[in-house]
């Protein structure tokens, strides 16, 4: 049987439940624009009618309703389209940071343009011209050693930049590791506290919403797959290591980078690649033009500065033949064209005369700051004996010798100026992988690594827009379900707010009733 107060009960529970809707609604208006912040609904359910069925229910006719309750205050939230999110935004933080970066490499090599590496080295090769041109005149030689020099601390200033750029993207991984690593201790601390809260029933709604927000930045940083318990507490891996267990933080370690496969840290380790790829081209550029075998001809007249291996037959001014493969000694005077293979142009360079009294054998042009023998876009320089003497330019292939049998350098001959040049283009065997041109040329060697650069760079801008457009799409869509719409909380906050009036008024008209019950029955005939 219901109580005399039944309807009261009814009024009351329809004002809390519509003031519990009304209270939630003014939350998620004030969150609006929180970023994460998933709205709110309050989930309400028709009370458990008075009359259950059951051997003792009465003999009352019908169930009467008892109002309203809600069962819980839960979020509106899509876990695919966070999971979907995730996925797309550590793709995105990688394309991100190695997009930025080889625009800075591209900065670096500056090519095409009237002031790149390519434009130096014309202007080497074009002075080597002017030399051969006339090897005794002062002036094209201080033009040759000028270009030289220019050329070398053109390489230098690219090699000091890449390095630089190659500090900064450590020193980054350093920072979002210290990044990464923060917001995986402050999730496993929401843990803890999303797991209390719903031990005892309630939703954590603030507190997921939090976690979350804070799983979107770390999915910037790292690559991310996480999966949630029984208790509500999220395990998160990255890297093949679960960074987070529970309550329970595991910190990444710079050991950990190789084995991340997005995110911004995962950026950074693909800028160095890109840093250590585009020198080591640059490397094996220089060092293959300077110490790289190859075949130069040298003209009849020449007089040989070394013991030197002749590729075809050779008759010497005395008469002697020297078979093809057979050693021409030193000092002998060539009466037909040998060809010969040298090491690159230092090489070269050492098979030709000075013009100092008496002649002297060239030195190597090029040496390395370090003293090692491996040349580097970092270590390379002009001889600084021929930087100091312009004489000790070796441009002559022959000598005569004089009345006190001295070695005179005939002043007017440029064999080794003519073959210097020519190695512009002779065709150099490059280091396999480094680009997709393994022989030719070090202008078409440049120009395949400057293509190659360009092709890298373009595949990094292209996967950066996608991944951006695909984010921007997921996210677009995670807001159209989670994301609050003003338009919609005022349409309900009308709605509960006639609800709440009306349950109002409904319990004003059960108290009228209860007052004439009260107060004014019985009275009658006093």
């Known amino acids: 049987m219901r109580s005399t107060f039944h309807s009261l009960e009814t009024s009351k529970r329809a004002l809390f439940v519509q003031s519990t809707a009304l209270n939630t609604l003014g939350h998620n208006i004030a969150n609006a624009s929180t970023e994460g912040y998933s709205r709110q609904r309050v989930n309400m359910t028709a009370a458990r009618p008075l009359a259950f069925p059951g051997l003792t229910r009465p003999n009352t006719p019908g169930q009467i309703g008892q109002g309203v309750e809600y069962v819980s205050v839960t979020r509106v939230r899509d876990n695919y389209l966070d999971l979907q999110y995730r996925r797309e935004n550590q793709q995105l933080g990688m394309w991100d940071v190695h997009d930025q970066a080889i625009k800075a490499i591209e900065k670096i090599v500056n090519e095409p343009s009237d002031s790149g590496l390519s434009k130096v080295m014309d202007k080497f090769w074009n002075s080597l011209e002017v030399l051969n041109r006339d090897p005794a005149l002062l002036s094209a030689r201080i ?83 996480f999966s949630e318990d029984a208790n509500g507490m999220m395990n998160v891996f990255s890297g093949g290591a679960q960074v987070v267990t529970g309550e329970t933080p595991t910190a990444l370690t710079l050991a950990d980078v190789d084995n991340l496969t997005g995110g911004e840290i995962a950026g950074y380790k693909k800028s160095v690649e890109e840093v250590q790829t585009i020198r080591n081209q640059l490397n094996a550029m220089m060092d293959t033009l300077i110490n790289g075998a190859v075949d130069v001809t040298l003209p009849n007249g020449y007089v040989t500065a070394n013991d030197i291996t002749a590729q075809n037959d050779v008759t010497l001014e005395d008469g002697t033949t020297i078979t093809a493969g057979a050693v021409i000694p030193a000092g002998s005077r060539i009466a037909s064209s040998v060809t010969i293979t040298v090491n690159g142009f230092n090489g070269l360079h050492q098979l030709g005369y000075t013009m100092s ?23 390379i320089q002009v001889n600084p004996a021929i930087a100091a003497d312009t004489s000790k330019i070796a441009a002559a292939g022959k000598y005569e010798v004089n009345g006190s049998g001295d070695s005179i350098t005939i002043k007017g001959n440029g064999d080794i100026a003519l073959a210097l040049t020519s190695l512009r283009d002779k065709k150099f065997n490059f280091p396999l992988s480094l680009t997709t041109l393994s022989s030719g040329t070090t202008d078409d060697y440049f120009r395949a690594m400057v293509g190659d650069l360009g092709t890298r760079a373009n595949n990094a801008t292209r996967n950066y827009t996608n ?54 029955m019985g009275v009658v005939g006093r």
């Open 357 to 379: 009294d008496p002649a002297e054998n060239g030195l190597p042009f090029f040496t390395t700051t370090d003293g090692s023998g491996t040349f580097s876009i970092g270590n």
């Open 467 to 520: 991944q951006l457009n695909l984010v921007d799409g997921v996210n677009m869509r995670r807001q159209s379900v989670s994301g609050v719409s003003l338009d919609e909380e005022m349409s309900d906050m009308i709605r509960f707010q006639h609800a709440y009036n009306a349950a109002a008024r409904n319990m004003t008209m059960v108290d009228e009733m209860l007052d004439r019950v009260i107060n004014q």
């Open 143 to 225: 033009d040759l050693i000028g270009s030289a020099t220019n050329m070398a601390e053109t390489l230098k200033h690219m090699s000091a930049s890449l390095d630089t750029l190659e500090a900064d993207a450590a020193s980054n991984i350093q920072a979002k590791l210290v990044q990464a690593n923060s917001l995986i201790e402050s999730i496993s601390q929401v843990n803890g506290i999303i797991r209390r809260i719903e031990l005892v029933g309630d939703n954590a709604n603030d507190y997921r919403d939090q976690r979350d927000v804070m799983m979107d930045q770390l999915s910037r940083l790292v690559d991310v797959q």
